[in-house]
């Protein structure tokens, strides 16, 4: 699998993750911080986003060493590892 | 009650108290995966009588990279857990004074790491359902303590502690954690004892004998049973009154 695939794939999982656990949050940019001040994640829902992108693209950013803090984290994290 | 049958993990159970709770879910028609080191004669006949309900994957749970391959396995067959049940344990007795290093990881590693990784593997796709149960099962000894079982008890301890902290943090999303503490029962985990300290339990205990599989079997369905979704967080124990 390509990188952009791969980015592509996680990409497309958080938001529809974000569009379903977070109706009401703002449009998704690169730099919105996922949880406080941002979409509001908390930490059972980042933990469940962490095991969808497990399921979907089969590795996971959430649980190597720097907790991601925004969707360019989660998309850089794909590049490194592809 | 749903009669969609359950996705129930239950570790360690090829064998005693394991096997009791592996047959308890195979009869109420749920479909049930278990895993253990090596094969045993009760796992071939499940593989043989139930192989649509049934999987078994050789694991050693000390080792998380199992635990991973273990629970893998079971969402790629059926897609989702409904049900953890955390047997899987080891015993090694002896007073502690005289317990190696590899004494005390070998207990350590499987009951009490073996059991956190599980329960983190499992439950963080629990999350997305918004349900599912967790039993996790701890002894008599973790409360009363037994002369010899230092090491084992304290993973005992400490498996409940995790009950009550993870039924805390899960219970918002409907997922259920609680544990059975079960007494002495008539299986090899008991092997350590002789049958002079095995009659003085008995003499001992109201119920006035040993403990069967099958009496922590139905305690652990009465758990996991989706109608009494206000208990959580919560150690039954199922020992026939010895410690009551």
Known sequence: ?82 | MSSEPRVVIITGGSRGLGAGLVQSYLDSSDLVATCSRSITPEVEKWQQEVPERFLFVPADLSKSADCEAFVKAVIDKWDHVDVLVNNAGVARDGILGMASEDDIDAVVDLNIKGTLHMSRLVSRRMLARNTGCIVNISSIVGRSGYRGLAVYSATKAGQEGMTRALARELGSRGIRVNAIAPGYLRTEMSHGLDEGQLQQIVRRTPAGRLGEPDDVARACQFLTDPRNDYITGQVLVIDGGLTG
């Open chain 1, 1 to 82: 699998m390509s990188n952009g695939t791969t980015q592509q794939l996680a990409e497309q999982t958080v938001r529809s993750f974000v569009a379903r656990v977070k109706p009401e949050a703002p449009e998704l940019e690169l730099d919105t911080p996922l949880y406080a001040e941002g979409v509001g994640l908390d930490s059972l829902e980042a933990a469940e986003l962490s095991a969808l992108l497990e399921d979907e693209v089969g590795s996971d950013p959430f649980t190597s060493d720097e907790m991601p803090q925004t969707l360019r984290d989660i998309l850089a994290f794909y590049e490194v590892a592809a």
